[in-house]
């Protein structure tokens, strides 16, 4: 990625650069030869159809991914951001490694010619369009394309970015390829579009008797084994585990800050108010006040907090407002300055390196060079290739779009900002020097200029200290067989997550550190943690009650999860016995309903496709079999999910037949349909069948 990367947050840029790291390690040699056996099995994350994953080559790209997620929202990293790009930097490898064993394995290929038309042809490929556009006419420039190929030659840099960008072209091509040939597989016959449209357009009008589930006593019904297993043997493919899992039981030791800790930090940021009033150096009192350290710099409406967003903008400059609540902190604000200015700029740069041009005094030397350069009537697009550093924009000739503020590091963001349309000014940030463009301003609000300090509400150390004396009490205590009773002794409850999976960071909702999960993964069913884990908000202990593997579970390991189901089907047993006493000998469903004590419910004009009883719920199994009768019988009993029914249809009306060109339309929408679902099942089906070692837990 170029140094521009931590410049600006591009949402598309992330995944532009993940892709390209991934199909270099995907494509590349990534297992280091000549390691032993064992050496490689220590640093395997993971292990795709026989193909290792090294550690190392997987860390770099999590950091990376990690590294562009901080720049997208902002602020460090947290766990939640790392184990996001854990799973994400996962779920591509895996993906790409299934899609090109595919595609390997039905021999497609891509071919020299079909490479150079994909750059230099006719209809080059999306990725060399975007890349060599003129920013400034909108066309794609093929001059500007050879100039950076004959770059790549005699520039390493360029070269690289430019093989990168090859490999990119060259893997969507293939899975372009391997997509069509997936869709050319998938059809849908006429009969499919007829069938599509009565299920959508025929109506049902129809009576029922409802002996709703609900009407049965519970404690009239005593589960046995059988009835489990009928129950279990039913819906077995319900109980299949994708990867293991583990339940456990954990006890929350509240540690949030009190009413006392949040007054205390109010009273804090209170006496810093005056202080920020009178302080003549704001930068300075904000970096050594503030927990968030904002910097001092203009903010346009929205990038405040609310209420802060709600006050200064209304307020004479010089004001100090405040404090205010505001997501877990009290922050006060001082108002330095307002004006009205663009909301956003388009502009374009080159960037120095001041440690390789010797200095930041030789590279500011360089870049007037370069500016004077540009007075003379060179082309800007000419110069960034040639001379500038940030390998991101470099080969957009060192466009960089449209930015607002905010997206930018302050000395950068007030020349582009400060400065008129069509200046070019020599700007040095923490990046190096920059020669900058301006080329349009768009909009025009106001901005105040602003020096927020805040501070979090915390619990204190006697909040902290009370909290951990609860957890290490109850830790002391607890055993396998207690660990319920004691929480309940101190007043807490054993609360209990039945699907904890390995790269999971919370249980039930509620935060918890990795290290928590990689104890649980560690322990066998019925260890007790001999140690408390801490998150921001709780101590926390914890019990593994079992091991669920990978595949359909046992009916032991699912027993107490499915009791409402098995005790439904009781329920049915018993309402469709004294459903079919009404049914047998009746004509009729009023017949039946009379029988029952209960009245026929009349419902009008429902389809196929949406298979709900108003008022009810949705009934696939009733509205299937409505439409199977005939008109004026009653049906048998049905076993739905609110009870059990017995239907008898009034009547049916068809739609007007399709004429040809809406059945054709009808079978292009479901064709379309289809060949999106296709994906997914493939997916699901080389998932399935792939041999996968997921390793993470013992690294993250």
């Known amino acids: ?20 790291a991934i199909v270099a ?28 994953i090294d550690y190392q080559n997987f860390n770099a790209l999590v950091e990376q991914t990690s590294n562009q997620y901080q720049q997208q929202m902002g602020g460090a990293e947290t766990p939640q951001i790392k184990n996001f790009a854990v799973q994400q930097v996962w779920n591509q490898m895996v993906s790409q ?4 064993s595919e595609i390997e394995k039905v021999g497609i290929t891509l071919g020299k010619k079909e490479l150079n038309d994909l750059i230099s042809g006719p209809n080059p490929a999306q990725q060399i369009v975007q890349a060599f556009t003129n920013p400034q006419t909108g066309q794609f420039d093929r001059t500007y394309l050879a100039q ?3 770059e790549a030659k005699s520039n390493p840099q360029i070269a690289q970015q430019w093989e990168s960008m090859l490999e990119q072209i060259r893997s969507q091509r293939l899975a372009e390829k391997y997509s069509n040939l ?11 579009a007829q069938d599509e449209y009565t299920a959508k357009n025929k109506l049902a009008n129809f009576k029922y008797v409802l002996l709703d589930y609900s009407s049965v006593n519970e404690a009239e019904i005593k589960l046995t084994e059988a009835d489990y297993k009928e129950y279990y043997d039913k819906n077995k493919n319900l109980f299949r585990n994708e990867e293991e899992t583990r339940a456990v039981e954990y006890i929350l030791i509240d540690a949030r800050p009190t009413k006392k800790d949040s007054a205390a930090t109010l009273a804090s940021i209170q006496s810093l108010k005056q202080e920020l009033s009178a302080s003549k150096n704001d930068s300075s009192f904000v970096t050594i006040n503030s927990d968030n350290k904002a910097p001092v710099t203009y903010y346009k409406k929205g990038q405040l907090s609310a209420a802060l967003d709600s006050v200064v903008f209304n307020v004479p400059v010089g004001t100090t407002v405040g404090p205010y609540a505001s997501n877990g902190h009290y922050e006060i604000a001082k108002v330095i300055d307002s004006k009205f200015s663009a909301d956003s700029v388009k502009a374009s740069h080159i960037l120095l390196n001041a440690a390789a041009e010797g200095g930041v005094e030789k590279a500011k030397a360089k870049a007037d060079s370069i500016k004077g350069l540009l007075a003379k009537g060179e ?5 960034a290739i040639e001379f500038s550093q940030d390998q991101a924009s470099k080969v957009n000739g060192g466009d960089l779009g449209t930015f607002t503020r905010g997206q930018m590091v302050g000395p950068f963001e007030e020349a582009a900002f400060n400065n008129k349309p069509g200046d070019v000014v020599v700007v040095e940030s923490q990046f190096g020097v920059h020669v900058l463009k301006i080329e349009k301003h768009i909009g025009n609000s106001k901005i105040v200029k602003v020096a927020v300090v805040d501070k979090a509400i915390v619990a204190g150390k006697e909040t902290t200290d009370a909290a951990y004396t609860k957890a290490n009490n109850i830790l002391s205590e607890i055993n396998s067989k207690n660990f319920a009773d004691v929480a309940k002794k101190h007043n807490l409850t054993a609360e209990r997550s039945v699907r904890l999976r390995a790269m999971d960071n919370t249980l039930n909702g509620v935060e918890v550190p990795r290290e928590l999960v990689r104890w649980v993964y560690e322990s066998k069913a019925g260890d007790v943690t001999d140690k408390i884990f801490e998150s921001n908000d709780h101590f926390i202990l914890t019990k593994t009650v079992s091991v669920s593997p990978k595949g359909i579970q046992p009916l032991e390991a699912i027993k107490s999860e499915i009791q409402l189901g098995v005790t439904n089907l009781v329920k049915a047993r018993m309402l469709k016995e004294k459903m079919n006493n009404a049914l047998n000998g009746a004509t009729s469903i009023d017949q039946v309903a009379q029988k029952l004590g209960k009245s026929a419910i009349n419902v009008e004009n429902i389809v196929l496709a949406n298979p709900v009883i108003p008022g009810v719920s949705f009934e696939s199994a009733v509205v299937g079999t409505v439409f199977g009768l005939q008109p004026n019988k ?3 009993s049905i076993e739905g ?42 997916f699901k089906a080389l998932m399935d069948n792939a041999d996968i070692d997921d390793n993470r837990i013992r690294f993250y």
């Open 25 to 52: 390690f995907l494509l590349g040699d990534a297992l280091r030869s000549g390691a032993p056996f064992w050496a490689q099995k220590q640093n395997e994350v993971g292990n795709i159809n026989g193909n290792s």
């Open 641 to 682: 999910t609110q009870g059990v029914y017995a239907v008898q249809v009034s009547s049916f009306v068809n739609p007007k037949e399709m004429v040809e060109s809406e059945r054709k339309a009808q079978q292009k929408q479901l064709l379309a349909a289809k060949q999106q679902r296709s994906w997914g099942s493939i």
């Open 97 to 100: 490694e299934l899609l090109n």
């Open 148 to 150: 950076v190929i004959t």
């Open 379 to 383: 082309k800007f697009e000419t110069l």
């Open 634 to 636: 009653p049906s048998k």
């Open 182 to 192: 997936v869709g050319s597989s998938v059809y849908v016959t006429a009969l499919e």
């Open 1 to 20: 990625m170029g140094l521009m990367g931590n410049l600006r947050n591009r949402a598309g840029l992330v995944i532009f650069v993940i892709g390209l």
